[in-house]
């Protein structure tokens, strides 16, 4: 049990220490102006198509299921006040959170790691590089703008497929559809919809580098910090999740 605490209080050193460095990168000469930019490619632009297609599912699903529960009470023809505060407060961010981890967590803490455990990071202090700069703060920026925006593009979308099924199979006109929507969403929710994925964005690049940085013991230690990455990301997104949600709730409110 003491080694465990040991072992948690370590890696939470050791996040805290990789979040701080990685942006203070951007207060030193050079800025990696087009590493960030390939960066935002990978992880913005390729996550795009798999964004869209969970986006458009989670809205057809939750429209359908969510419509014929509220029809038994007569209150089917809100199902785009419903679809559309749960997609941007909710749905949107984590979903998209958890999609992101996957495909590009994962991918981070398996490339640094594999380049830790072959000593490439090493050969980059002895040139002089800073890998600190050159590999986190790159993707710290960049996950940390497009995760916001893919987030976005998701609300989006999910509200779309909620529009198909409304029209199509709930007898809901698209026109009242599109005023329920805008009528529920407030500034608040708005607010919240945009601060959530900047907080997971940048959580998840903190967690894929730290654990790729970490990385020893050749492949099979590449394998256990790519593992490790994606579950402790995960697991924070939901805490912050529910810590940030308790927190904006109380002030608002």
Excluded: N
């Excluded at 698209?174 to 607010?191: C, E, I, P, Q």
């Excluded at 099979?220 to 912050?240: C, M, N, P, Q, Y």
Aim: contains cysteine; proline residues 2%.
């Amino acid at each position: 049990m003491l080694r465990a605490v040991l072992s948690l209080l370590v890696h939470l050193h050791g996040l805290f220490e990789t979040f701080l460095q990685g942006w203070g990168g951007l207060l030193r000469r050079p800025f990696y102006g087009r590493a960030i930019i390939e960066q935002m490619d990978v992880i913005g632009v390729r996550s795009s198509g798999i964004v869209i297609l969970t986006a458009t599912f989670t809205g057809l699903v939750l429209a359908l299921q969510s419509g014929y529960e509220m029809a038994i009470y007569g209150a089917k023809m809100y199902v785009g006040t419903l679809l559309s505060v749960s997609l941007v407060r909710e749905l949107g961010p984590v979903l998209t959170a958890l999609i992101v981890t996957g495909r590009v967590g994962s991918a981070m803490a398996a490339e640094i790691g594999s380049m830790a455990v072959t000593e490439q990071i090493d050969a980059m202090r002895a040139l002089g590089t800073d890998p600190m700069k050159k590999l986190v703060t790159t993707r710290l920026v960049a996950a940390t703008v497009m995760t916001p925006l893919l987030t976005a593009m998701a609300d989006a979308v999910g509200i779309l497929g909620g529009l198909v099924v409304a029209v199509s199979a709930l007898g809901i006109s698209g026109s009242f559809y599109w005023v329920t929507v805008v009528r529920a969403l407030t500034f608040d929710d708005l607010t919240m919809g945009i601060i959530k994925p900047i907080l997971f964005g940048m959580l998840m690049a903190t967690v894929g580098c730290y654990m790729g940085m970490s990385a020893t013991g050749g492949t099979r230690g590449v394998g256990e910090a790519t593992t490790r990455s994606v579950v402790l990301t995960s697991v924070l997104i939901f805490a912050v999740d529910f810590l940030f949600t308790k927190l904006f709730l109380a002030v608002v409110h």
